[in-house]
């Protein structure tokens, strides 16, 4: 029973270039949350999606930051023109979405924006 | 509203002795507090955690002590081992979705 499988591991871009991330939940998971993780820094909610809906993006920038879960495929977190600062590791998190269910983390995606 | 204050920001322990990491947070409203433990490269995994009709959960060698009144919640982490050297986080979130809030973590590192 695989977990949440995020790819790729680890990104580089330089300024101005477009980053995609992608987001595998457990199986039997139609909830999806993006978090990033800022250097010595706790995680930051960005994103929750279920099925081809954004619940609440409360938490992502209003520009340049994107994120999708269609019908079928994995969920993608879309970053145009990076800068600098989008430098983190990112986070996927799925659960069932029920009451008392957990949230099961991914192992991230490392950016690095040169 | 949103915060949640974690500390210490590190903590070392020796083997065999007890670690505490305290968490506090504001909004009334949050009815959910897991604590995840992260090694370097991973992502966070959950350990444990509380919802607020009861003031004390264990499992193992972790357990969250909960305080509604004073807003706070901790974790003790018994007979501390080596392996238990990693960054904690608390959070919290309200109702069934988890747009979890974070603590700032702590590093515990326990000493041989």
């Known amino acids: 029973n695989a977990g949440v499988m995020q790819n790729p591991r680890h990104l580089v871009r330089r300024r101005g270039q477009e980053a995609r991330l992608r987001c595998s939940p457990m199986k039997g998971h139609s909830h999806v949350y993006w978090y990033r993780q800022l250097p010595e820094e706790g995680l930051k909610f960005m994103v929750y999606?279920?099925?081809?809906?954004?619940?609440?993006e409360s938490g992502m920038p209003k520009e340049r930051f994107s994120a999708e879960f269609p019908k079928e495929g994995p969920s993608i977190l879309r970053i145009q023109q990076v800068v600098r600062g989008d430098s983190a590791a990112y986070f996927c998190a799925s659960s069932p979405g029920s009451y008392n269910s957990p949230l099961h983390f991914g192992n991230g995606t490392r950016l690095t924006v040169t | 509203q949103q915060q949640v204050k974690q500390s210490p920001q590190s903590l070392i322990v020796q083997k065999g002795g007890i670690s505490i990491i305290n968490c506090a947070y504001e909004?009334?409203?949050?009815?959910?507090f897991p604590w995840y433990q992260q090694f370097p490269g991973k992502g966070p995994a959950l350990l444990i955690a509380i919802r607020p009709d009861v003031s004390e959960k264990k499992e193992g060698r972790f357990t969250i002590s909960f305080n509604k009144s004073a807003k706070q919640f901790s974790l003790h982490i018994m007979d501390s081992q080596p392996g238990d050297s990693a960054t904690y986080f608390c959070?919290?979130?309200?109702?069934?979705?988890?747009?979890?809030?974070f603590g700032s973590g702590t590093q515990l590192t326990v000493l041989p």
């Open positions: 959070a919290a979130s309200k109702g069934s979705a988890r747009q979890l809030t």
């Open positions: 999606l279920q099925k081809e809906n954004i619940i609440d």
């Open positions: 909004n009334t409203a949050f009815d959910y």
